[in-house]
């Protein structure tokens, strides 16, 4: 089973930083793209930021020069760093990857979605 862990949500005060981290494990391989989405309460999920395995990235606008994503392709992990921290940007924050994924002996082009980890920020 494939399975995407997150880590490192918490509550700041604005302006600080936070570093998310997720882990790929179990029957996932060959992952092209790894990033993060959020969804504040009361609306939609959002795209956060996108890496691809050959190192192109993806931002939001709102989120530009102040996250960071990274990657490691070798450990399957990314990696978000937050800095400057706005209450705007409190949500839940899931990691998500898009790779080949065995199921009953078979593997499909799929994608995994982790729990999710609450980020806070306080004014």
């Known amino acids: 089973q494939a399975q995407l862990a997150e880590s490192g949500g918490g509550t700041v005060q604005a302006g600080e930083s936070l570093r998310l981290h997720c882990a790929a494990s179990?029957?996932?391989?060959?992952?092209?793209?790894m990033g993060w989405h959020r969804q504040a309460p009361g609306k939609k999920r959002e795209l956060v930021a996108v890496?691809?395995?050959?190192?192109?990235?993806i931002y939001a606008d709102s989120v530009k020069g102040r996250f960071t994503i990274s990657r490691d392709n070798a450990r399957s992990t990314v990696d978000l760093q937050m800095n400057s921290l706005k209450p705007e940007d409190t949500a839940t924050y899931f990691c998500?990857?898009?790779?080949?994924?065995?199921?009953?002996?078979?593997?499909?082009?799929?994608?995994?979605w982790g729990q999710g980890t609450l980020v806070t920020v306080s004014s």
């Open positions: 998500k990857a898009d790779g080949q994924v065995i199921t009953n002996g078979k593997d499909k082009f799929q994608t995994v």
């Open positions: 890496i691809t395995s050959g190192g192109y990235t």
């Open positions: 179990g029957s996932i391989f060959s992952i092209n793209s």
